[in-house]
């Protein structure tokens, strides 16, 4: 496999990483230049997804796309999303057909089919959402559509040869066809998390944070091994006539976790007080409607304290089932909830040790 991954950051990495432990050949298209990554002998080339150019000068002698690289988050300027997340996609696609890469593997995420209902074991009969709260859901959902209808969308090989008259070089040319196949983790953690988890701690050990709601909902997390090796599992059977062409898959750990139950745990394991105040839903949801509003109108305010879009996941059951992935491409969970636990504990205690003192 001579691969490309968009992204070096957390899930990109540990995606590197992978295939680099498999012996495969590996290059990164990021914004940065991973120094850690260039340390060990991968090419990183650097530049936006927004660019065309740029994306095309990646895919070059690549084979299998891993499209990782994304705009996240629960607020920020909704042009910016949709740029990154879907037209940066389309270029992807696009150059993929340029380039004549016959895989590739989209990360997207659960809440593509997240509407602020409750959601119990879902899986993938789900629609995709009637109305989003968040812009990230809302131009992932855009993306995944994208990738998913390329599914067998042909490009031509020409077999070049100066000397070949016009129709022997024609019977020299291919067609072949591009895979593509979606990955839907949900709330991914881990050692290293950049994104859920420091949020938490942050709020958490300003006094900031409340519980939105009763404080039982159930929710699906995704542990970063773990999809990471997804990609890769979906990947080495991706072909246009397979199962998994053209269809998405949600990437979910055995067992759901009692969201604040797992705060909480997270939080006395590193010497944070355990949040006890509580909000109920409904004024949580106002008061994330009025910061929006407020945040929009002055955007120097920064980041809403909450949001709608925020309310909802902290208080909604919103589990789902990875039956179909582990039916169509053996996907695995080998890492217990309470080895991930440790690993995240052991780098927290690192890298949060001023919040410990």
Not at 87 to 104: D, M
Not at 115 to 144: Q, R, T, V
Not at 246 to 256: K, L
């Amino acid at each position: 496999m001579k691969a490309l991954v968009t992204g070096g950051g957390f899930l990109g990495g540990k995606i590197v990483e992978m295939l680099l432990d498999r012996g495969e050949q590996v290059k990164v298209l990021g914004r940065s230049r991973y120094p850690h990554l260039l340390a060990k002998g991968v090419e990183c080339v650097t530049g936006d997804i927004r660019d065309s150019s740029t994306v095309n000068r990646a895919l070059k002698g690549v084979d299998t796309v891993f499209h990782a690289a994304a705009k996240a988050g629960v607020w920020g300027d909704r042009e910016e999303f949709f740029s990154i997340n879907s037209r940066g996609t389309a270029n992807i696609i696009q150059g993929c057909l340029l380039n004549h890469v016959e895989k590739l593997v989209y990360t997207s995420t659960a809440s593509v089919v997240f509407n602020g209902e409750d959601i119990f074991n879902g899986n993938e009969s789900l629609p995709y959402a009637d109305k989003y709260l968040a812009s990230y859901p809302e131009s992932k959902a855009m993306g995944e559509r994208m990738v998913l209808d390329a599914h067998g969308w042909e490009f031509v090989v020409e077999k070049t040869n100066p000397e070949a008259d016009e129709i022997t070089h024609r019977h020299a040319s291919t067609i072949r066809k591009l895979s593509t196949c979606s990955l839907r983790p949900h709330l991914i953690w881990g050692p290293g998390d950049p994104h859920l988890v420091p949020r938490v701690l942050t709020q958490a050990s300003k006094g900031k944070l409340k519980c939105v709601g009763e404080g039982v909902n159930l929710v699906s997390l995704t542990y970063i091994d773990h999809v990471a090796q997804a990609h890769l599992q979906a990947a080495d059977v991706l072909a246009p006539d397979s199962a998994v062409g053209g269809q998405p898959y949600f990437i979910i750990d055995p067992e759901p976790v009692a969201l604040w139950k797992w705060i909480n745990h997270l939080l006395r394991n590193l010497n944070i007080p355990p949040v006890k105040r509580k909000m109920p839903f409904r004024p949580a949801y106002a008061l994330g409607a009025g910061a929006e509003l407020l945040h929009t109108l002055f955007p120097r305010l920064g980041e809403p304290p909450i949001t709608r879009f925020v309310a909802n996941i902290f208080a909604k059951n919103h589990t789902f089932s990875s039956e179909k992935a582990r039916r169509d491409f053996n996907f695995e969970t080998p890492v217990s909830p309470s080895l991930g636990m440790r690993r995240m504990l052991e780098d927290l205690q690192h890298t949060y040790r001023k919040i410990n003192q």
